[in-house]
């Protein structure tokens, strides 16, 4: 077969004839390298398309379609996730660093599925069937009479399984491992993944098997990066959290079928992944007593809000140069809002390293956070605390201003559930009309210095 040497981009996956320093396509820097591929166009489209089917176009208007049956898992966090459920049919790609959890937590889906009548097929390309075993040995005490593995990386033979086995849902772990002997190139690179993947979606389609491909995402890019999939699958589930943090969040970024921004909080025990369904208390459960610098906020991750803690911490700069870093917060952000307090509010910032961390390995994006945020840094440096039983939300804007924010209501009910007996928010979301609360003090603020007067 006659091959040609091109240089592929493992971020996005655009291509080019020669190397390029940086990808013209999404901007990445030194993410191409170096692949083969064939040109003979026969056997190429013989591999491109391994199921033809012959369905003609049919009127839009006479298809009756129900809102797909989903299949439950008894996972809550992970079919809240989904959208409410698995669909059948659907491509779901998992994403996340090495050693996360991304097997385990599809090592449980499968457990519970087959506990509850599935047949489920784990292709296992990075394990042995003996190390899968001892897995899921430890994770669930009944396995079920369905549930099917092999230890395989070759996609045709991937695809003889299914035939064979009719599974309600299959398990690749991981895509990156698996290629297709059709094409030159070696497992992991841009082109096998891609490959790889869409012929198994298609397979996954004609047949309504529920897919779940597993990817791993590292720093260096030294494996081709499941961003290239994201086009394809119907659904992107990125599992996340620090390594050495026992809380991993599951993210959805895509979603055909459900809304995206849902989160699913769990815990790694050592009997595998235990949900959080309480992650509020979870993360302030450590919070320390009259610490300056602490703020509590209800930030919202898609329908569901949660409690979280920021802390600023603000210390005299060593060489001359300041430092603005946050954990779990945007930078450039971070930099905007103590510039706000310096200029704004007469705050001497200048010569001062600002701080920040969103505990729990959370990370704030809500723009709810940034009024929090402000006060988290201007109490660092006044040394003041925030009362123990204050939660504060709200935008601020580049001339000091506290603007409306969006799901009041969830934000406010989620605090007082815990506890909380006041809130500083914006003034125009008290316009709200379903705000009710009982034992709540609602203090609607203007301007930031409004806020931190009030606190
Ligand atoms: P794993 O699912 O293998 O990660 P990935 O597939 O994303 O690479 O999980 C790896 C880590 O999880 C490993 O360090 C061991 C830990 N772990 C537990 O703490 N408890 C358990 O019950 C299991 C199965 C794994
Ligand atoms: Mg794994």
């Known amino acids: 077969m006659k091959t040609k040497t091109i240089f592929v981009c493992q971020t996005c996956g655009a291509q080019s004839p020669r190397w390029v320093g940086r990808c013209q396509e999404c901007d990445s820097w030194n993410s191409y390298v170096e692949e083969s591929v064939a040109v003979a166009s026969s056997s190429a489209s013989a591999v491109r398309n391994p199921i033809r089917t012959n369905e003609s176009p049919v009127l839009l208007r006479s298809i009756t379609a129900d809102e797909e ?4 898992t008894s996972i809550l966090e992970f079919d ?22 991304k097997s385990t937590l599809s090592m449980q889906v499968c457990c519970s599925l087959a506990q ?23 994770i669930s005490k009944k396995i079920g009479d369905s549930l099917f593995i092999v230890n395989q990386i070759d996609v045709n033979m991937i695809i003889d399984h299914i035939n064979e086995l009719k599974p309600t849902c299959v398990i690749v772990d991981s895509i990156q491992v698996v290629n297709l002997p059709g094409l030159t190139s070696s497992p992991g690179s841009v082109s096998q993944v891609r490959e790889s993947a869409s012929i ?10 529920a897919l779940f491909l597993i990817g791993h995402v590292t720093k260096e890019g030294t494996l081709a990066g499941p961003r290239v999939l994201e086009h394809i699958v119907d659904t992107v589930l990125y599992f996340e ?16 079928f ?4 849902e989160i699913g909080v769990f815990e790694m025990t050592s009997s595998g992944l235990s949900e959080v369904v309480n992650p509020s208390e979870m993360f302030l459960s ?23 803690e920021i802390q600023g911490l603000v210390s005299r700069s060593a060489f001359g140069m300041v430092r603005h870093k946050a954990q779990g917060f945007d930078a450039n952000r971070l930099a905007l809002l103590v510039a706000v307090l310096e200029n704004r509010l007469g705050l001497n910032l200048q010569d001062k390293d600002v701080f920040l961390n969103v505990v729990g390995g959370v990370k704030a ?10 006060i988290a840094v201007a109490t660092a440096l006044l040394n003041k605390a925030v009362a123990f039983d204050t939660v504060v939300f709200g935008e601020v804007g580049l001339s000091s201003e506290v603007r409306s924010v969006s799901q009041v209501v969830a934000r406010i009910n989620e605090a007082e559930r815990l506890g909380f007996k006041r809130c500083i928010l914006p003034k125009n979301n008290l316009k709200s009309k379903d705000i009710r609360t009982k034992t709540m003090e609602l203090v609607g603020v203007l301007t930031v210095r409004e806020a931190l007067d009030a606190l």
């Open 69 to 72: 049956k989903r299949i439950v």
């Open 80 to 101: 809240r996730v989904m959208g409410g459920g698995i669909v059948p049919g659907s491509v779901t790609l998992i994403g996340g660093d090495p050693g996360i959890g």
């Open 116 to 138: 509850s009548g599935h047949r489920v097929l784990y292709v296992s390309g990075e394990e042995s069937v003996k190390q899968t075993k001892m897995r899921a040995d430890r």
């Open 200 to 209: 198994l979606t298609q397979v996954a389609k004609a047949q309504g098997i």
């Open 241 to 256: 959290g620090e390594r050495y943090s026992i809380y991993r969040i599951l993210r959805t970024i895509k979603n055909r």
């Open 258 to 261: 459900g809304s995206t921004n």
């Open 286 to 308: 450590e919070r320390p007593k009259n610490a300056s610098g602490s703020v509590v906020v209800p930030i919202m991750e898609g329908t569901r809000p949660f409690l979280v």
């Open 365 to 374: 994006v809500d723009p709810a956070a940034d009024l929090p945020v402000v």
